[in-house]
């Protein structure tokens, strides 16, 4: 094809991609079911996981719920069956109303499965999801959810503690993706989710290696879904989901400026996951809560560094973890004085 004349057809269709876009703000697109298929959660024991975990049960997803704490992530299954429980009653319920049952899951394939997994350690990941494999069957949708924090300023923080940050946040997205991925190939068919953060957008001081580790899985997901559509793939969906500081307690103590807080407090944690169910279900590739973070990620991208800098400085997110660090360092020092370290 003439250049000139494949240049005109790539402009077209950007600007129907626009229209596109558009059209999804105004019309909202119908949910896709996921009943019956196969859901792997990491980090499903607390937070933004099991609630996830929740989510996905209640639209009758079988669920696979990995966790490094094995109490946590059995609490987050005892939720999940009593959900499910209450699901085939009022199947049967409502079966015994209309005198002939309407065509739905058995009540027997609504099954929860937890493992206790280390995703920071690449070897406990592959052999997890072999057993996963055999036990369960292939994972439809990967939901890469676990994350942890270390709470240090870059020279105060154990270099352990900077490997372990970047294995669990970003390296264990490859492993758990390379887990379950060639079959998603084979039947191109199924969806991977990264939750990563607006810290995997834009940065602040004070959290280095966190910052890195979620910068790392962006990109990670963004190639992984361009390597799909060059491959042609279509069947297979991602969704990148980048909120804003969430109140889970993992950033306790964080703050930005007092009078800028009532007009960006943090998200409460089921409207973060409610927003990202949306976004997960319509194949959205990408969200950010709230619809502010696009407009701060497109600035930092046009804007002069130093007058980022002085933006960050206006709405006091240069310094916003600070207090957080040394919420976390007095915890610390607390715990050694306890044990007489």
């Known amino acids: 094809m003439n250049i000139l ?16 876009a558009a059209a999804k703000w105004l019309v909202r697109p119908k949910e896709k079911s996921v009943a019956g298929q196969v859901c ?25 719920l990995w966790d490094i704490n094995t109490q946590s992530n059995e609490e987050t299954a005892a939720m999940v069956s009593h959900i499910y429980q ?11 109303q209309a005198g002939d049952g309407e065509e739905v899951l058995p009540p027997c394939s609504l099954q929860v499965y937890t493992y206790t997994c280390d995703v920071g350690k690449r070897e406990n990941v592959y052999m997890t999801a072999e057993r996963v494999r055999k036990e369960v069957g292939e994972v439809s949708i990967l939901v890469n959810n ?43 068919q199924g969806h991977i989710v990264t939750v990563a953060s607006s810290l995997g957008l834009f940065s602040t001081a004070g959290v280095e290696d966190y910052c890195a580790s979620k910068f790392g899985s962006v990109g990670f997901h963004e190639s992984l879904s361009h390597e799909l559509k060059a491959a042609e793939k279509d069947g297979i969906k991602t969704t990148l989901v980048c909120p804003y500081l969430v109140d889970t307690g993992m950033f306790r103590g964080c703050r930005i400026r007092k009078e800028i807080e009532p007009f960006l407090p943090p998200l409460k944690p089921d409207y973060c996951v409610k927003q990202a ?20 990620t497109f600035m930092k ?10 933006m960050y400085r206006f709405l006091g997110a240069d310094k916003c ?17 306890k044990n007489g370290v």
């Open 5 to 20: 004349l494949e240049f005109f057809v790539v402009t077209f269709k950007v600007l129907w991609a626009f229209v596109l």
């Open 40 to 64: 792997l959660i990491t980090g499903a024991g607390s937070g933004l996981g099991r609630l996830f975990a929740l989510e996905f049960a209640r639209r009758r997803a079988r669920l696979v």
């Open 86 to 96: 209450e699901i085939s009653e009022g199947i049967a319920a409502t079966a015994q």
């Open 146 to 188: 676990a994350g942890v924090v270390s709470g240090h300023h870059l020279l105060e923080c154990p270099d352990e503690l900077i490997e372990r940050t970047m294995m669990v946040n970003c390296h264990a997205h490859f492993w758990t993706t390379k887990a379950f991925l060639p079959s998603m190939l084979e039947m191109n």
């Open 277 to 296: 169910m949306r976004a997960i279900l319509t194949d959205q590739p990408m969200i950010c809560t709230p619809r502010l973070m696009y407009m701060v």
């Open 301 to 310: 991208s046009i804007l002069p560094f130093e007058a980022v800098v002085c």
């Open 321 to 337: 973890m600070y207090p957080f660090i040394a919420q976390r360092k007095q915890a610390t020092n607390n715990n050694e004085a």
